[in-house]
């Protein structure tokens, strides 16, 4: 009988021992919700074909967001590197790691100036078999990914800024300023049901890039070229532009009975570079600009809100840390691919608060 007491009282030592010694785990961090799970509509991510293979990446991006745009593989440069020669490697990984994810897929961007291969800028021919090799293009991509891709930027910026001038791209050289309408057809002749966008920045406070896009639209829409909405990058900064301005170049859209995108979100917080660090005062305001932004598009007819797609996953990976040399932190996850404020913010107003 004592040895049977005796080893229930080791065992409960034991049992209290471990217990006391067992290194607290600290309290689990909530993660917020999904945006995905919460959105009336889809809310997109750009990734690279290169995080793919980040499981932080993949992880946070699979559970956040329903849409992927590839932020660089479906471009012109990086698919075609010849007549008639494609790299489909990339784009392909990107569309069947969405696919796998229950992610819808926007393409981005059949013609942007900025990604022409040199094939196409040193084109030898006549401008009419240029023409053909363009139309060729276009029409092999859109094709391989039409069971893929629910819609295209088909342009990306083709208006000057501060002109709101046509700019004198190759394509605009070579097919004549009449190039958009044609491109689009195009793409429309390629697949029947993928939705055509125009796509640019600038439009919610350049006024003349503004009103050169809104005539296209209404030119389009005067001759039956097919056109289904309207993309605005939305790099926009915590203080810039106002929402006003954002809210009446969406209305201008919702107006002509096309979907608005906002289709490359980022916010700056250091647009003067006064910034070493993310203060915890700039990251409220961006807080409260993306929960801003997010309730003006959530207040348009559900029938034209496109969807939100933000410019990135992680803030180190910004382009705009690059292209401005500033440091930045301008979207929803950190470094540590952790939800910051900013994500916040952008759940809240989908949440209604
Ligand atoms: O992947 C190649 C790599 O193999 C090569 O060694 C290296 C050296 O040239 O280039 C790498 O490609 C880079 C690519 O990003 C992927 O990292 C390109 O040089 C670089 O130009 C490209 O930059 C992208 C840029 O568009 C041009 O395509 C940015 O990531 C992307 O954020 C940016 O996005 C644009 C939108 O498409 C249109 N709106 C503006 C926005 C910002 O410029």
């Known amino acids: 009988m004592i040895r049977l007491v005796w080893c229930l009282v080791v065992l409960g030592m034991l049992s209290f021992g471990c217990k006391s010694s067992a290194p607290t785990e600290p309290p689990a961090v909530e993660q917020p919700a999904p945006l995905r799970e919460v959105a009336s509509f889809p809310v997109g991510v750009a990734l690279q074909a290169r995080r793919l293979s980040s499981a932080p990446h993949t992880r946070a991006a699979a559970r956040t967001f329903s849409s992927l745009t590839a932020e660089y593989e479906m471009k ?40 022409v291969p040199a094939w196409v800028e040193n084109f030898g021919g006549s401008d009419h078999e240029f023409e053909e090799a363009i139309k060729e293009y276009i029409t092999t991509v859109v094709e391989r990914y039409k069971d893929d891709v629910v819609s295209w930027d088909v342009v990306n910026e083709a208006f000057d800024n501060n002109s709101g001038a046509l700019r004198n791209s190759v394509f605009q050289k070579r097919m004549g300023d009449d190039y958009l309408a044609r491109v689009f057809q195009y793409a429309r002749d390629a697949d029947p049901d993928v939705l055509l966008f ?24 005067s001759r039956g070229i097919p056109i289904d909405g309207v993309g605005l990058q939305a790099h926009v900064t915590y203080t810039f532009p106002p929402l006003t301005s954002i809210q009446a170049m969406m209305d201008s859209i919702v107006v002509r009975g096309l979907k608005v995108h906002l289709s490359e979100l980022d916010v700056r917080v250091n647009p003067n570079g006064d910034l070493t660090t993310l203060t915890p005062a700039r990251s409220q305001a961006q807080k409260e600009r993306v929960r801003n932004i997010v309730t003006a598009f959530m207040a348009l007819p ?30 929803l996850f950190d470094a540590n691919v952790q939800e910051k404020p900013a994500y916040d913010g952008f759940l809240e107003a989908l949440q209604g608060r």
Do not use: C
């Open 76 to 115: 012109m440069r990086p698919l075609s590197s010849g007549q008639g020669v494609y790299n489909w490697e990339a784009a392909d990984d990107l569309v069947s790691w969405a696919r796998a994810q229950g992610m819808q897929i926007h393409g981005h961007a059949l013609l942007w100036h900025e990604s």
């Open 198 to 221: 125009y796509n640019d920045y600038g439009a919610t406070y350049d006024a003349n890039k503004r009103r050169s896009i809104l005539r296209m639209v209404d030119d389009f829409q």
């Open 302 to 331: 559900q029938e034209h809100r496109f969807g939100i797609t933000m410019w990135g996953l992680i803030d180190p990976e910004s382009w705009l840390i690059e292209f401005w040399g500033n440091p930045e932190w301008p979207l």
